[in-house]
């Protein structure tokens, strides 16, 4: 058995992607035998925190990065800090980088970016072991970079997949994914003409009509079915006969929404992008480079009577590549070796 701390802003409190992680991670682990702490918290001394983490025994830590999980600008030098006092005392140290830094495509990122940049690299050289989720990233990042990709957080996959009918329209799911390029979206919706035209996931109308971006392209015939629990979303994507989730930087293993319906069977349509991972170009996951293709591609699944048939072998791929239990094993072997 491994005494490991993980270290996670915002746990269990704040919902979203790291704290999801998180949560099956301690899950799977603590199955595994091994004794799983969480800090959720950056209101201690990390000299203060590691010290105690020491007297308990810790012999591993994990820090789940996301600049914007330690401050509201996305700086601080918490992690950094944190890493240090634990290595200092011994105890294995490992980084998991979600997100580096915030692009220069905003007026406040240009000062940002490389803020954050500076702020990881000093990070990386305070731990021993590197982990991310995306491919493109593992250069950048140092040759000590491992590359475990996340999937789906969003519960184990169904062990019986619901017997009711497909459902008459398309899906996203996580309407407010960072990336999801809605034009694209909302193009292919009107190509495919269902009724209704489109299936939301994860938000009410309110929500999407008053959400900054979404909001633009909502239309009232949208069925939204709200922020349901996984015991539902998973039988309601097992049933989706195309689920839509193109991202402006393409498609990753970090991407849970995608990860979630490819673990429930439907077919997915997404994108190529510059972070785009080459696990995804041999596996059944529809992509397109651009707008036009993807509404092409959209229009053309929904026409295809045999897309829903082809679920079982989905899975099948989906449980040889993206199995959850697998992957946070995968990175135990890395964070407790």
Request: proline share 9%; hydrophobic share 45%.
């Amino acid at each position: 058995m491994t005494s490991i701390r993980i270290v996670s802003p915002g746990f269990p409190e704040t919902p979203g992607g790291v704290t999801d992680h998180t949560a099956r991670l301690r899950r799977h682990w603590k199955d595994a035998g091994h004794e799983v702490q969480v800090l959720g918290t950056r209101d201690e001394e990390p000299a203060a925190i590691a010290a105690r983490w020491r007297d308990e025994g810790a012999e591993a830590v994990l820090i789940q990065y996301v600049p914007f999980l330690y401050g509201r600008r996305g700086v601080s030098r918490f992690p950094e800090r944190v890493a240090r006092a634990a290595r200092e005392l011994g105890l294995h140290t490992s980084l998991f980088v979600h997100e580096t830094w915030v692009p220069p495509t905003r007026v406040p990122w240009l000062v940002l970016g490389p803020i954050q940049k500076r702020q990881l690299r000093r990070l990386l050289g305070a731990v021993d072991g590197v982990v991310t989720a995306v491919p493109a990233w593992a250069a950048a990042l140092g040759h000590r970079a491992q590359v475990v990709r996340v999937g789906s957080n969003l519960g184990e996959p169904l062990s019986q997949l619901p017997t009711q009918p497909p459902l008459t329209a398309p899906v996203v799911f996580s309407p407010f994914a960072a990336g999801l390029e809605w034009r694209w979206i909302v193009a292919a919706v009107e190509a495919i003409g269902a009724t209704p035209p489109l299936i939301v996931i994860g938000a009410d109308e309110q929500e999407v009509r008053d959400h900054h971006v979404v909001g633009r392209w909502w239309r009232a015939e949208w069925s939204c079915r709200g922020r349901l629990p996984a015991e539902e979303v998973l039988p309601l994507l097992s049933r989706a006969p195309l689920v839509l989730a193109p991202f402006g930087d393409g498609l990753t293993g970090r991407r849970t929404s995608a990860m979630a319906a490819m673990s429930a069977g439907a077919q997915v349509l997404s994108s190529v992008g510059p972070l785009f991972d080459p696990l995804f170009d041999d596996s059944p996951v529809a992509l397109a480079r651009t707008a036009e293709e993807f509404v092409e591609r959209a229009r053309r699944i929904w026409s295809d009577p045999d897309s829903h048939s082809h679920r079982d072998e989905r899975l099948e791929w989906h449980h040889a590549h993206l199995e959850p239990k697998t992957l946070d094993a995968r990175l135990l072997d890395l964070v407790a070796p």
